[in-house]
């Protein structure tokens, strides 16, 4: 067998502590490592100049699609003023006469106080025309007054069951909506992206999935025929990201959606990729999110007698939970809030104990807040902990919106990565991206420090969670693999396996962890066939 690439000149990562610094490639799978690869001859040879080669990344919860539709809109995601959000905001719409509306994201939610953004303010910028943003967390929109206008929304629209609209005091909305089941409102009447647009965005998306070292992704909110877009990419051969499908319920429709989710997985399951692109998963929201107040919580807000929004009566989640589970789906679902989280994991549970035994895997993301009695139960049904360990410091949107929400006491019970692996839980490593980076590097920096980016505070915040950092490459390598259904294929460098690879321009185990978030992705490989060079 011929080597088709050899890795050479650097240190090759096998697993905490230990190193090799070879690795031969051929026929997209890894042939040998150390001097059983460097005796071969090899088609090309790749100069590691003293970098670190690593299994490539996973992510485990992402949204693809809407990250690549944001590049198509007003660039505001980096921007750090009202003022600043609301000029680009114009000078697209300027740019841009002939868009009947104009939609983009995403915004920082800490910039106006409370969360709380005013249509007037974009009126300022575009009154003509309807001015949909999406915040950050994706669960909040801001809209303009034209867009109010034609959605109907006023003062005599009452708030969704899981939804809030923002109000002055004689009840006019703001201009803010949270959760789906308020911004749906407006958002339902904006114009749909055509097909090539949608798979144009996600062809950037990917993109930007490997200038960052991942080959595999959980898309996880994917609506009905959201997956046409890959299959679009697929047959072009432009998708050159593995990426899982995750179905999105609904907790008002779920009966009627069991057939169309297996029907779109048998499409998926049709197109003759199955290391490239699966739809074997269900994707619930049990809750919302802490900084808008509608995550579900055991004990209300501070000073409130609010508990929060669940998205799903709780007997209802599990009888979905359950009849996907029966249907050979795996279940992912978004939990926030402690009670959230207890809900999710009493549907998991309730599943197991329904259904035949078999290897689901079932997955709960974010886990931001989670009482310890349910900590502990995570290992013993199975379930991974797919944790957005980049969130996990004192940022703006801790400090304004979720510190005051939640009171000292909760605020540092947030985020148990350790915890959960010391009581033998698995924990994956996942962006929510655009929502936040999608760079695993960054999320395995914080991790390691739980510190911000001014490397505040100091022995990081909450210190007893951090995550060592070769322990966060497993969590973004091979627990990633293994919650993907891709682990014995990819995601660690053994001999066999697909040449999933990823080269750093050091070694970021060698060095404060804290710098990690410096390194510089040179390369990135999916069975051997380069994705991303920088």
């Not at 997209?28 to 090899?42: E, N, Q, T, V």
């Not at 990250?67 to 841009?96: C, D, N, Q, W």
């Not at 692109?277 to 802490?290: N, P, Q, R, W």
């Not at 035994?357 to 900590?375: F, K, N």
């Amino acid at each position: 067998m011929g080597v088709e690439l050899l890795f050479t000149n650097g240190a090759v990562w096998l697993g905490p502590g230990l190193r090799t610094d070879a690795l031969a490639v051929s026929d997209g799978r890894i042939s040998a490592l150390g001097a059983a690869a460097s005796a071969r001859d090899a088609g090309q040879i790749v100069d590691l100049s003293g970098g670190l080669l690593l299994p490539a990344f996973s992510d485990g919860h992402c949204h693809p699609p809407q990250a690549g539709m944001e590049k198509l809109g007003p660039s505001i995601s980096h921007l750090t003023s009202v003022a600043a959000i609301v000029a680009e905001v114009g000078r697209h719409a300027a740019a841009h006469p002939e868009r009947d509306w104009i939609v983009g994201g995403s915004y920082e939610p800490a910039l106006a106080p409370g969360g709380s953004f005013h249509a007037a303010w974009l009126d300022e910028a575009v009154a003509d025309r309807p001015v949909l943003l999406r915040a950050h967390d994706y669960h909040t929109v801001w809209c303009n007054s034209r867009a109010l206008e034609i959605a109907g929304v006023d003062a005599s629209t009452p708030d969704p069951a899981t939804g809030l609209i923002d109000r002055f005091a004689d009840g006019r909305p703001v201009g803010t909506l949270r959760e789906p089941a308020a911004y749906t409102l407006v958002d339902r009447f904006a114009p749909e992206p055509t097909p090539a647009e949608k798979a144009d965005a996600l062809g950037l998306a990917c993109a930007d999935m490997a200038a960052v070292g991942v080959t595999w992704m959980q898309d996880a909110w994917v609506e009905a025929g959201g997956h046409r877009p890959y299959l679009a990419l697929l047959d072009s051969g432009r998708l050159n990201v593995r990426t899982n499908l995750a179905w999105l319920a609904e907790p008002d429709r779920w009966r009627d959606q069991l057939a169309g989710f297996v029907a779109q997985r048998e499409e998926v399951r049709a197109s003759g990729a199955p290391r490239l692109l699966t739809g074997e998963t269900v994707k619930f929201f049990a809750d919302g999110v802490i900084e808008s107040a509608t995550a579900e919580l055991l004990e209300p807000y501070l000073d409130t007698h609010d508990h929060g929004r669940a998205v799903w009566p709780a007997d209802q989640l599990a009888l979905a939970v359950a009849a996907v589970d029966a249907l050979g789906f795996q279940t992912h679902i978004h939990a926030i809030g402690d009670a959230a989280v207890r809900h999710a994991l009493d549907a998991i549970e309730h599943a197991i104990r329904t259904n035949p035994e078999r290897d689901r895997r079932p997955v709960i993301t974010h886990v931001q807040l989670a009482e310890a009695s349910d900590l502990a139960r995570f290992a013993s049904l199975g379930v991974t902990a797919a944790m957005q360990t980049y969130w996990a410091q004192r940022d703006a949107l801790m400090d304004e919106l979720t510190a005051p929400r939640l009171g000292p006491a909760r605020t540092d019970r947030q985020y148990p990565v350790a915890t959960l692996l010391a009581l033998g839980a698995r924990v994956s490593i996942a962006s929510d991206w655009p929502v936040s980076t999608n760079s695993p590097l960054e999320a395995l920096t914080v991790a390691a420090t739980r510190q911000n980016d001014a490397g505040l505070p100091a022995g990081g915040w909450m210190p007893h969670e951090r995550l060592p950092l070769e322990q966060g490459l497993l969590a973004a390598t091979a627990t990633g693999a293994y919650q993907g259904f891709t682990d014995l294929f990819r995601g660690s460098i053994t001999v066999g396996r697909d040449a999933d690879l990823v080269w750093l321009d050091r070694d970021v185990t060698a060095a404060d962890p804290a710098l990690a978030r410096t390194a510089v992705v040179r390369g990135t490989w999916l069975a051997g066939v380069q994705t991303y060079q920088a």
